[in-house]
């Protein structure tokens, strides 16, 4: 960030881990930070013990004035002092009018998508499940839709092969404190001029559910693949054996089929890995876990577990 915009007056609202290589940025430019709004502390971990959020902890580790907040629609306006602009980035509330108009540039958002494309709560793991070749980061101008402000910068950023939606995760929350330390100057200072998005190109990315987990064998091997690294860390991919064993997957690899067999047929079990028939292809299981057990490999699962006679069902 320039110098001259170094004093700049800053509120942020942000909840997760993916939050805060954004926040740490803004400290370290030297902006002042009046308010810092988070998500109500929630229950986690095994003893649901009240847990504040990553966000609320480098807030208080750094001293910043905080705030958390059921719900913004209370009639209550804004606390503390006018900001300059609001930085949203994975809050998880709806921002409602009064607070858009509340800092004196508004407010800009940083999306983990190359927008329109991916508008919603799940833009990455949506992405990773279509396929995507590449996806990004975009400094949105907020207005009252969903993710359908103009957008003044992207940055891009090619999707591996073989990477999952936790990893991609990690690498765009850096990507997103790269972006916005690029767009402040020209947000700040006024030569900014964001792009109306086109509508007619937009996608949505709904929230994941727990009941997407579960693989479907007659889809296809790629599409199978993608969405055990779409899930991985969560809800992770599951499957079923007719038997009535549950296996949660956190890898795959899709390999050559050499005969084709009805969808959810073991074709081979080995070191190498569970070859499960697929509606088009051949899944290799790599990593799995059983219920109460650990991630392991497939050849270690199937030293304690034989697969003879097993099949997977949809």
């Known amino acids: 960030m320039h110098r001259e915009h ?36 929630r229950p986690a971990g095994r003893g649901r013990r009240l847990t504040a959020s990553p966000i609320k902890e480098l807030a208080l580790e750094h001293g910043l004035p905080l705030a958390q907040p059921e719900s913004l629609r209370a009639p209550a306006e804004p606390p503390g002092e006018r900001p300059d602009l609001l930085v949203v980035i994975a ?12 800092p004196r540039l508004g407010c800009i958002n940083l999306h983990a998508s190359l927008l329109p494309r991916w508008r919603g709560a799940a833009p990455i793991q949506r992405a990773v499940l279509a396929g995507d070749a ?13 993710d359908t402000g103009p957008v003044h910068s992207t940055r891009s950023t090619p999707i591996g092969a073989r990477e999952t939606a936790g990893a991609l995760h990690d690498r765009l929350g850096v990507l997103a404190a790269e972006a916005l330390l690029d767009a402040l100057p020209r947000v700040l200072g006024g030569t900014s001029t964001p792009v109306p998005q086109r509508d007619a190109l937009a996608t949505l990315a709904p929230k994941i559910t727990k009941s997407e987990a579960r693989l479907d064998w007659r889809e296809p091997a790629q599409a199978l693949e993608r969405r055990v690294r779409a899930f991985d860390p969560w809800p992770v991919a599951e499957v079923h054996l007719r038997d009535g ?41 790599l990593k799995i876990q059983p219920p109460s057990g650990r991630v392991m490999d497939a050849e270690a699962y199937l030293a304690a577990h034989s697969l003879s006679g097993a099949e997977f069902v949809a």
């Open 6 to 41: 170094a004093e700049a007056r800053i509120a942020f609202a942000g909840t997760p881990h993916f939050a805060v290589p954004a926040l740490r940025a803004i400290v370290a430019a030297g902006a002042r930070v009046p308010l810092v709004l988070t998500q109500p502390d």
């Open 91 to 102: 809050y998880g509330l709806l921002l409602p009018r009064r607070w858009l108009a509340w």
């Open 134 to 146: 590449e996806t990004g980061i975009s400094v949105m101008q907020m207005n009252e839709g969903l």
């Open 245 to 285: 064993r549950r296996l949660r997957v956190f890898e795959a690899a899709v390999v050559a089929a050499e005969r084709a067999a009805p969808a959810g047929s073991i074709v081979a079990a080995g070191r190498a890995g569970i070859d499960v028939a697929t509606g088009d292809g051949v899944l290799r299981l």
